[in-house]
């Protein structure tokens, strides 16, 4: 199988993800899936009960239009560049501006800039969840992965982005663990 037949696969299984079901039509080429609904997807499991997208660029206009497609109960987050939005079916599809953060203190809240999606993967907790797969569009099922999570993910391998990461959340210890676990 090709890398391409390979990245389509994958899209597939993320657009068929029941929190996205009747979405693809409002998504625009700047819109990516992240995190659990990708690393699920490469490793062929079934999906997790949410699903993580990155705008690059404003997300709120995309919130809203899943929101007004899904019948979707929306939650906005500005300072954050984020949004929830969740089914009455109790699925959540959980939507960030592409952002850049820095900690001003062990354990705090970030403080958010506007960012790239290359930006935004950099910033996750852990190589396997910055993989990030474009869902629509011309370049639909471009895969991004510049922390080279794909390989992590098939070496079994737990690997933080930069040495401060259990510093700035220290609750990606006990992920780490249950990713270990899983994984």
Same mark, same amino acid.
Do not use: K, M
């Given at each position: 199988m090709s890398h391409d037949d390979k990245s389509r696969q994958v899209l597939q299984r993320v657009l068929s993800h029941h929190a996205l079901a009747g979405a693809r039509p409002v998504l625009a080429e700047n819109v990516f899936a992240v995190g659990g609904a990708v690393r699920n997807a490469l490793l062929e499991r079934a999906p997790?009960? +949410?699903? +993580? $997208?990155?705008?690059d660029g404003d997300p709120m206009p995309v919130a809203r239009a899943i929101e007004t497609r899904?019948?979707?109960e929306l939650t906005a987050h500005h300072e954050f560049r984020t949004a929830e939005l969740r089914r009455a079916d109790g699925h959540l599809v959980d939507i960030v501006g592409a952002r850049t953060?820095?900690?001003p203190a062990p354990g705090a809240l970030p403080e958010v800039r506007e960012g790239?999606?290359?930006q935004d993967l950099a910033r996750r907790d852990f190589s396997i969840n910055a993989i990030a797969?474009?869902?629509s569009g011309a370049a639909a099922a471009e895969i991004v992965d510049p922390e080279a999570g794909r390989a992590d993910l098939g070496?079994? $391998?737990?690997?933080?982005?930069?040495p401060a990461s259990f510093v700035d959340d220290p609750s990606r210890v006990v992920r780490a663990a249950r990713y270990g676990a899983q994984l």
């Open positions: 997790g009960p +949410d699903v +993580d $997208l990155v705008v899904l019948g979707a953060e820095r900690y790239t999606i290359q797969i474009r869902l070496a079994g $391998l737990i690997r933080i982005l930069h």
